[in-house]
């Protein structure tokens, strides 16, 4: 089970399908539960030891639509993914410099795709902070998207109806 809210897990439950492309910016429970209901899920992660972790979870699973990335340099951290081109139906913003990855997830979004900040209404960073600078890009980007009933962090363009 991902470590996020029940209504997001929910959310993303009726959103996610066998063809949903995923990628996840920082990795755990949610990159195992995503593999499991997606075609592919790439994910790229900067702490070693978490890293590791989530890898022996992976192996044990028999997880094969995962790409997974252990890199603890900024431009490679946040640049994971632009190599696919058909984009990401969901990108989770959960890992370190999170207002650069969010820049990059609005690149990356497949239209009527879904963009998720995670642990933006936590105040653990003080203004100007990394988490507040993402959040304040995901409320412009908000002014221009539709958001979803559930979260103000999580964002999707065009119509799924």
């Avoid at 066998?18 to 910016?25: A, G, H, K, Q, Y």
């Avoid at 044990?60 to 696919?84: C, I, M, P, R």
């Avoid at 795709?113 to 988490?131: R, T």
Wanted: glycine share 8%; proline share 4%; aromatic share 14%.
């Amino acid at each position: 089970m991902p470590w996020l809210p029940y209504t997001i897990i929910g959310y993303f439950h009726d959103f996610l399908t066998p063809n949903s492309r995923v990628l996840e910016f920082g990795s755990g429970m949610s990159t195992l539960w995503y593999a499991a209901r997606a075609q592919t899920v790439w994910a790229v992660e900067d702490y070693r030891p978490w890293y590791e972790k989530v890898q022996l979870m992976v192996a044990g699973q028999g997880t094969q639509n995962l790409n997974y990335l252990f890199t603890q340099e900024k431009e490679a951290y946040v640049s994971f993914g632009e190599s696919y081109l058909e984009g990401f139906d969901l990108i989770v913003v959960d890992g370190s410099y999170r207002s650069a990855c969010v820049l990059q997830a609005e690149k990356l979004l497949r239209p009527g795709g879904i963009l998720y900040l995670d642990n933006s209404d936590m105040d653990v960073q003080p203004e100007g902070g990394d988490m507040r600078v993402a959040e304040s890009y995901l409320r412009d980007l908000a002014k221009t998207w539709k958001t979803t009933p559930v979260e103000t962090t999580a964002l999707y363009r065009g119509s799924f109806l």
